[in-house]
């Protein structure tokens, strides 16, 4: 099992919501729930407490990362910053192809929205929204950056205890995509800013008010 592989498994748990929040557990238990050895899990354990998704505390057992308000302010925060910059340089390098792709996907989950919003659908409609986001800031082509947005994307879904999108959130926030990708299809950078920058508003807010 390599290291890489055993960490993208524990990443994966920890978003799906299995974890909370605060919640210790010990190494045995989180190599069993990963599906790895001992070995694999120490050192992918040792990456997601650099990553601050958990924290090892001698003689206590690790701790999931918790939720403050202040620690989802700083997520958003940077998140802000880094999407705001990139999406300008992204208005201008995406190509139609790629937003047509975008935009079908956000339009498929909306309508398979209108006949029900399903546990499935909800899981659909976070992918297609964090593909949008993760698209943005590589378009920078930094691996650095890229990697570090990753991670505090992860903070956030974990801080946000439920990942998918409550049934009275799903639409309008893929309406906003629709919205950010319109801005873009104009090549309009300034439009897109303020679109991107509305949307994460209302995402920061209601990360902060727990809905």
Known sequence: MQRISAYERFRARLLSGELKPGQFVTQRELAHLAGVPLGAAREAI?????DRLLKVYPQRGIQVADVTVGALRDAFEYREILETYAIRQFAGR?????????????????????NGITRAV????????WRMHDQIVDSLGNEIVS???RVNAARIRL??????????????????????LEA??????DRA????????????????DGR
């Open 159 to 180: 801080m946000r205890v439920d990942n998918r999108l409550s049934p009275d959130r799903l639409s309008a926030a893929l309406s906003e995509h629709l919205e950010v």
């Open 193 to 208: 800013v303020d679109r991107l920058r509305a949307h994460l508003a209302v995402a920061r807010q209601r990360a902060l």
């Open 147 to 149: 990697r570090n947005y």
């Open 94 to 114: 995406v190509s139609d192809a790629a937003l047509d792709a975008l935009e079908r996907g956000t339009r498929g989950v909306l309508a398979r929205a209108a």
């Open 184 to 189: 873009l299809r104009a090549r309009d950078a």
């Open 46 to 50: 040792q990456q997601l407490e650099h």
């Open 122 to 129: 909800q899981n659909e409609a976070v992918e297609i929204d």
